[in-house]
């Protein structure tokens, strides 16, 4: 009996140890799950001028020929999530020779990567080979002056101009181009100004200046098209010119010539009123020789990507 009690009480004893155990006792140290390691990287840096140091805002930046990102403000650029190995980065602005980098990524790291960039910006002054004005009732490509409206009788008068653009390199691209007039005088003095489109005279017709008048280009041949063929499919540019404030310079933007070209004859350009009008404003020509600084111009400015 007494054995009995002894074991019984043993029993009970182990059963409430592993009751506990279960309920309120020691809770088995856990195994950590272990972070997982960085399966891609990063890059950033600064975009900066060759030469000054300059940070570069506004700079593309695509990375394998993919979607592009733009340097900030301070130049300061960053791609994340690049796998491991190496990765093309191509920089370009306009003005700036275009860098392209092969940049290695490591997993797990932020890599610092500098760019500095070359200005190939030039510009240049082109002068005017050939300059006259056409119209119904009168052309002069010899007067010291050129003009554009109403010029003579009411009748509708255009200007011809042609520069050369050779001393462009073949593969620069051309940011700006402006036409520089200076205005000699305007009739009346105040007014509507004149709107205007430029646009570039046509393959084969080319024009001399002793010679051109509205129905003629040279001796023995016509126009195409009376009053100057130009072609009305590729607008240049437009604008308009105020009446009065004279004695002073006047831009035309011709940039868009300069594509033209590439393809087509350069046999210059006309500027042309796009309605009609009773004023006119006069310009001096190339021919005027008081003062060779206000003969008209073309100011180009390009960069080799």
Known sequence: ???????????????????????????????????????????????????????LSGVSITVDGGSAITSGSDGSYRVTGLTPGYHTLVFTKEGYKTRTESIEIV??????YKVEMENTTATIQIEISQDAYI???????????????????????????????????????VISAKLKLYKRLTLPISGYPIPYAVYPIINSEDWDESVVTWLWRKTGFPWFTPGGSFDDTYEISTGSFPLGSILQWEEVDV?????????????GIMVKTTQST???????????????????????TYYIP
């Open 278 to 300: 009773s004023a006119y404003v006069a310009f001096y020509s190339k021919e005027y020789k008081v003062d060779t600084q206000l003969q008209p111009y073309v100011e180009v």
């Open 107 to 112: 997993a797990g790291q932020d890599k610092e």
């Open 135 to 173: 119209s119904e009732s009168g052309s002069n490509g010899t007067s010291p002056t050129i003009a554009i409206g109403a010029y003579v009788s009411g009748a509708d008068t255009r200007m011809l101009f042609q520069f050369t653009h050779t001393s462009i390199p073949a593969d620069a691209k």
């Open 1 to 55: 009996m007494k054995r009995f009690t002894i074991l019984g009480i043993l029993i009970i004893f182990v059963a409430l140890l592993a009751i506990g155990g279960c309920v309120g006792g020691v809770t088995p140290p856990t195994t950590p799950t272990p972070t997982p390691a960085p399966s891609t990287g990063s890059v950033h840096g600064i975009v900066q001028e060759k030469g000054t140091g300059t940070p």
């Open 255 to 267: 940039a868009k010539a300069f594509e033209y070209w590439k393809t087509h004859d350069n046999n």
